[in-house]
């Protein structure tokens, strides 16, 4: 059933985010830290660099799938502002016993 479930947390897997400059490819694979790291690159550099090369408008949205969905749902609460929507499409919510998608819930209550 979750035959993926450390495809996210090999170093072996350079693939993955071969577009982001990193000096310790490593720390991305050690979920959580991996997420801040790409919620950082997003909200310190990739999303600064579009706006100024692009005409942009103000509202992101961020879509993620498997574990692009667990980085949405965990943007909600580690980056809240920083996207107006995000759509998970089948986030990896089983991930470390199901920690991310339990945090979602409880921010979501307290955050209506």
């Known amino acids: 059933m979750h035959h993926h479930r450390h495809y996210f947390q090999q170093p072996g897997n350079g693939f993955l985010l071969p577009w982001m400059k990193i000096r310790n490819k490593r720390r991305i694979y050690n979920l959580p830290v991996g997420l801040m790291v790409i919620l950082s690159y997003l909200k310190n550099e990739l999303i600064p660099d579009v706006d100024e090369k692009y005409r942009t408008i103000s509202y992101r949205l961020l879509i993620g799938h498997s574990t692009g969905g667990l ?6 609460y580690k980056t809240p502002g920083l996207f ?10 089983w991930w470390n016993k199901g920690k991310v998608g339990k945090e979602v819930i409880e921010y979501l209550s307290s955050h209506p």
């Open 71 to 76: 980085l949405a749902y965990y943007s909600l």
């Open 84 to 93: 107006h929507a995000i759509l998970s499409i089948d986030g990896s919510t």
